[in-house]
Structures are given as structure tokens and as C-alpha cells.
């Protein structure tokens, strides 16, 4: 099964071990392998399957240099989703958003990242979990994703105030956790997650007619 991948390509912008030690080239490289050892654990097993021990033999690495880039699997987690996050931004840029409206373009960036996390429902919920807990370092890794997010978002939605586009983002960013976690919770298929973004996207966009702003239409055709 195809997950996401931590090759380097793209790293989030750590720069830092927990201590607060500069990351070498070679040290990078090491903790790309063990977000990769998280995400297939992840995908295969779930969040009971991250366990770090087992992350460090998939890795190849000693489990004590794991804990010197993540205080604690929920942490490391949440690295794992600031990959996914990024290497959604960067397939954005070079498979630009389509839709005649800049509404259109916007549903087309959220149900994009829908479909990757339906492909992994497992590795999904995993992640989920993870986001939900107040271990250190997690807080962080969220604000990473939700600098992504905003990336995305901001070159779509042009025109409005910064104000107005922080709290765009931020609604859809409540809207997006509490679909997931209706799904996680078993109250929702989810498949739902991006039906509810839209729907949130339409209707905080109706209030700019240049965006091309609606009321939610029906799933479209994928």
C-alpha cells in the first residue's frame, strides 16, 4: 500500500533536536526514516502499532536517537502529519487547484486532501489520535500543519482582509477536526469529512461574490 513519504524532499522547517541541538544533513536523513517507520507502522497497524521501540528497528536507528527528535509517540505522530501536510502543499504546486471560481479551487484543494486520508483510514485515525493529545511538541507540529494550510488557502482566497482569511482558515480548520473526529468516534463515514469542508467553504465564501461563493452543492463526481 502506497502511503506518503518522508524521502527529503521537502522537510517541515525543523531545524533543532529536542535539546535544542543543530540537526546535521545525516541527522535529517535519520529522522525522515523514523516519520516513515511511524507512517507504515501507522498505516499497517493503527496508533497501537507506533510503538517506538518497533519504530526504531524499521528505522534502523537506536530508540534512544529517536526520543532526541520526538518527546513522545504522539508527538512524532503529529511530525508524520506535518509531512503529509507538506507534501500536499507541494503536489498543489505543481498540479494547481482547479475550478472555474476561486471557490471551485478551494473545494478542490480540501476534497484532494480528503481523498489521501480516506486512502488510509487506519493510518487516518492514528493520526487523529495523536493531534488530540497535549503532549509536548504536538501543539507545535500543529501549527506547522495549519501553516500549510494556510499557504493553500491564502493563494486561493485573494481579495479579502488578513483577518478575514485567518478566520476562514480557522473555521475550516474546527470544521475539518470535528468531522474526523465524528468519523474516528464511528458516528460518521469519512467520506463526510470532505463533504462538510465544502459545505463550511461555500457558505464562509458566499459573503465575497468574487470568490464564487454558494450554498453547498452536492458531492461532485471525482
Known amino acids: 500500500m502506497a502511503i506518503p513519504r518522508a ?10 533536536t529536542m535539546d535544542g541541538s543543530p540537526l ?17 507502522l501507522g498505516a499497517e497497524g493503527g496508533y497501537e502499532a507506533v510503538n517506538m521501540r518497533e519504530v526504531a528497528n524499521r528505522a534502523r536507528v537506536a530508540l534512544g536517537t529517536i526520543y532526541r527528535y520526538f518527546g513522545s509517540k504522539d ?8 509531512e503529509w501536510s507538506g507534501q500536499l502543499q507541494g503536489r498543489l504546486a505543481q498540479v494547481p ?17 480528503c481523498r489521501a486520508l480516506e486512502r488510509h483510514p487506519v493510518l487516518t485515525a492514528a493520526l487523529v489520535k495523536a493531534l488530540a493529545s497535549a503532549e509536548p511538541g504536538v501543539a507545535a507540529a500543529a501549527a506547522e500543519v495549519r501553516g500549510h494550510i ?11 482582509s488578513d483577518d478575514e482569511l485567518e478566520g476562514i ?8 477536526y470535528s468531522s474526523l473526529t465524528s468519523w474516528a468516534s464511528g458516528r460518521t463515514p469519512l467520506s463526510t469529512v470532505g463533504d462538510e469542508l465544502e459545505r463550511a467553504a461555500r457558505l464562509l465564501l458566499a ?16
Open 97 to 113: 487547484a482547479r475550478g472555474a471560481t476561486p471557490a471551485d479551487r478551494l473545494v478542490d484543494v480540501l476534497r484532494r486532501g
Open 75 to 82: 508527538h512524532l505522530l503529529a511530525a508524520a502529519m506535518v
Open 150 to 160: 494556510t499557504a493553500m488557502t491564502g493563494s486561493i482566497v485573494v481579495g479579502v
Open 207 to 222: 459573503a465575497h461574490p468574487h470568490l464564487g461563493g454558494q450554498m453547498a452543492r452536492s458531492r461532485p463526481t471525482q
Open 24 to 40: 546535521s544533513g545525516k541527522q535529517l536523513a535519520r529522522r525522515d526514516r523514523v516519520i516513515q517507520a511511524a507512517l507504515e
Open 7 to 16: 524521502d527529503g524532499a521537502e522537510h517541515p522547517p525543523v531545524t533543532t
Open 169 to 176: 482558515i480557522a473555521v475550516l480548520q474546527h470544521v475539518w
